[in-house]
C-alpha cells in the first residue's frame, strides 16, 4: 500500500468526530476497496504461478486456431499445387483431375478433419 493509503487508513480508525454522513463514508470505503483490489497482469500472473500461466497461453493458443480453422478451413492440395488437374507425363497437354482432391485443388486443414469431423 502507499503512504497515502496508510495515512488515509489511520485517519478513519481514529476515534474522532465524523462530520460526513454515513452513506458518504461508505461510498468512499467503497472506493478505497476497489482501489485496493484492482491488480496487473504481474500480479495475476505470480498469484497462476507458472503452470497456471503456460495453461493460460495453450487455451489462448488453442483458441487462435480453431478461430483460423473457422476463418481458413481448407489448404491448399499439395499433389496438384492447388491446380485440381494433373497433367500427363508423357504427353504433356494431357490433364486430368487429380485424385486426391477429386480435382477441387483444396483439401481440409488436419485440424478441421479432427475437431469438426468434416470429410
Not at 2 to 26: E, I, K, M, R, W
Not at 32 to 43: F, H, I, R, V
Not at 77 to 100: E, I, V
Amino acid at each position: 500500500m502507499s503512504l497515502a493509503h496508510h495515512f488515509v487508513a489511520v485517519l478513519s480508525s481514529t476515534a474522532g468526530p465524523n462530520p460526513q454522513p454515513d452513506h458518504v463514508s461508505a461510498s468512499g470505503q467503497a472506493a478505497n476497496q476497489a482501489a485496493e483490489t484492482n491488480s496487473t497482469a504481474a500480479d495475476i500472473a505470480s498469484s497462476l504461478g507458472t503452470t497456471g500461466v503456460m495453461l493460460l497461453l495453450l487455451m489462448a493458443t488453442f483458441f487462435l486456431y480453431v478461430v483460423s480453422l473457422s476463418l481458413h478451413p481448407n489448404a491448399k492440395c499439395q499433389r496438384c499445387k492447388g491446380a485440381g488437374r494433373h497433367h500427363g507425363g508423357l504427353f504433356s497437354y494431357a490433364q486430368r483431375p487429380c485424385n486426391s482432391c477429386k480435382g477441387r485443388g483444396v483439401h481440409p486443414r488436419i485440424g478441421r478433419r479432427i475437431l469438426f469431423k468434416s470429410p
